[in-house]
């Protein structure tokens, strides 16, 4: 006979055997939850500040920690998440509570000698009301476990010329329809930024677009994803420290991916297209160079002053094109600056454009866990992107309020007729210690973002 392992939550009585963790308990008014497995406290939460994200969390550690013991099935009782979340609505506490536990015990093996993983099972009883809740904490797990994949992924494996098959095949057989557009075509489509940027590549660069519409009535949502493959800086080289993680410049472009899936998943009543860019940022002779123009289709020449600043310039080519295909909505989301990280550190990411849609996408990243903070976009500063003989230039003259400028860059090829956001997303594509349901390296951030802006603004 096997012994199972519990996930109980209890207010009280099971600390005794723990008296500074009692007397802890004691000397504060809150109500407390502790959660304990095989007699351990595990977690204290306070329940007055108790939410989903907690919840996620909490799931998150207790599977990598049950799987690092390498215990294989842990139970957990629906009156348990019932009575211990007692603020929380049971369903979507069942729903956080898996997607906070595939999240945890996610891992990215491809480049380890040793593939094998070892995954605790979630065995949960009564929850045949909340069956529903469960398929969707699994659909939300898998999609940003996708998109972290493609994170992790290294640019040798994952690049312009693999990266489109790898869309392509995610959607096979699914209501998206993809498609990829390079060589010749792409030059037909004056995507001159893409052109540009990867043409000290030796990979060709791709333009992919992956609708899905289930509703014509619904409101076109256009998602455009930085696809960098790999940012070296170009010409405007990148030096000194180790630059590895620039393998997740594609980040933008994989939240979209994620998102798509999501919204597939869970068959979304609404009416979509991401649009995603795919380079690589290389130096070579054929390099594009600083001092070069960029002419775009919609008619603006750009400067290159910095080739280091090549998101924004494949993002252009994204953002005309969403203006081709009738966006009301436009939402582009990049590993941008590594000024964003400064301001708003590795847990949020900003978000810029129209304020009140901005205000709408922080509340809804407060729910899922992809956290924004709206961020100005001044028109004072726009003048500093101003150049000699361009229209404008991709640099800012001025080093300061770096992920504004890239803002105000991006909102130059914004159609008039669409309401638009753009997510800087630098500074929380990687989490640099396992905590939470976050692993060491890629995040996933923006797939559950996207996914529920976009479900949200088409009811
Ligand atoms: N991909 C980088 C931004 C980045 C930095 C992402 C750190 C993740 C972590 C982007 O292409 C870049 O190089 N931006 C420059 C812009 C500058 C040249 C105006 C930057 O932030 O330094
Ligand atoms: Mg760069
Ligand atoms: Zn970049």
Partial sequence: MTTKA????????LVENDPPLKEFIQNHQEKFITLLLDGNVYAIIKEKDCAYEEVRNMAGSIARELSGRKIPSVILEGAVLENGFSKLDKGRAVCAFIEGWELGSY?????????????????LIDCEDVQSSIKEGEARAKAVSFSR?????????LNPETYPAVLEKEFKNTEAKVQIVRGKQLEERQMNGVLAVCRGSKYEPAFVEISYCRDKTKPHVVLVGKGVTFDTGGISLKRGADISDMKMDMGGSAAVAGAMKLIVEMKANVNVTALIP???NMPDSQSFLPSEVIHYKNGLTVQVGNTDAEGRLILADGLIR???????????????TGAIGNALGSKIAG???DEELAD????IGRENGDYVWPMPLVDAYDAYLNSDYADLCNISSKGEAGSITAGLFLRRFVPKSSKWLHIDMAGVMASNRASGYYPKAATGFGARLLADFTTHISK
């Avoid at 519990?6 to 009585?13: C, E, L, Q, R």
């Avoid at 891992?107 to 065995?123: A, G, P, R, V, W």
């Avoid at 994949?149 to 494996?157: F, G, K, Q, Y």
Wanted: hydrophobic share 40%; proline share 2%; glycine share 4%.
């Fill in 278 to 280: 795919i380079v690589e």
């Fill in 107 to 123: 891992q990215f093996l491809t480049y380890k000698s040793d593939k094998k993983s070892f995954k605790t099972s979630l065995e």
């Fill in 351 to 353: 978000v810029f454009g």
């Fill in 149 to 157: 994949d493609l994170m992790n992924e290294i640019p040798s494996a």
């Fill in 6 to 13: 519990y996930i109980t939550f209890s207010n009280n009585s």
């Fill in 322 to 336: 969403a203006g081709e295909l009738k966006a009301d909505y436009i939402v582009d989301i990049a590993t941008l």
């Fill in 360 to 363: 709408e996408m922080k509340k």
